[in-house]
């Protein structure tokens, strides 16, 4: 087994590749003046397993990136091309929202598919995505790390995910804790005036770590922050497996009321405090 670093992922690449005790390839990204890429794999691939690990946080490069990488694995006779894409960008665009729209992660999916032979994922917004594709779409969760992270950080914690939808990392990160856990539910008060509180669960007095999948605007994070903080909850930790941070969503969530801020390497970023090393390690090895 090879272990070959996308321009995004180089930390994260030797970290794996010395979990899984494999040789790490050389290879070399550049950027012409208009834009375009360049990239070259020094060493032998031919009739090797090969992982390509590139996390896809500035999307259209890496997805070009790995385009012409996987292309250049196939020419030299590499015996498998596994794509470990942490991040995998476009994957909110799993349906047609308006018409006229693409589905863009099947459009990708198709793409893929052609590429390598089997894609490794953490987290996905959506795991019905595995449909669209035509090889092995395998996902991990990072959740339990970010539980194991945040435990010696919290008392008398309790675990919310920020929608129903997401209560299964409540679930996840609640047995790393081994507390209760439970969803924010939004309320309408007033056409101008919403709350948001857990469903079940009372907060006074007790420490929260939200966990999401991913923060992007931070909108809904924020606004779930300030108002645990007014029901009494002492500390808020808000967690997200890929911190996609943009613009001043950190500055938000901070403002908000957030005690600490914390995300994986699948998105590097300011609070990317965490490794999904070992999880991408435990798949690429059964
Ligand atoms: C929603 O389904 C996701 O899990 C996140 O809660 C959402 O994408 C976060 O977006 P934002 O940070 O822009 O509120």
Redesign the pocket.
Known sequence: MIIISGSNSQNLAYRVSKLTNSELLRTEFKKFPDGELYIRIHGDVKNRDVFLIQTQNNQNDSIVETILMCDVLRDEGAKSINLVAPYLAYA?QDKKFNDGEPISIRALAKLYSNLCDKLITINP?EVHIEAFFDIPFIHGNAVNKLAEYAKDKLNNPVVLS??K??IELAKTASEVLDCEYDYLEKTRISPTEIKIAPKNLDVKDRDILIV??????????AKAIAMLKEQGAKKVIASCVHPVL?GD?LNKLYIGGADEVIGTDTYPSEVSKISVDTVIADLIKF
């Open positions: 909110r917004h920020p929608d939808g997401a999401d999948d991913i923060i992007s605007t931070g909108g809904t994070m943009i969503a």
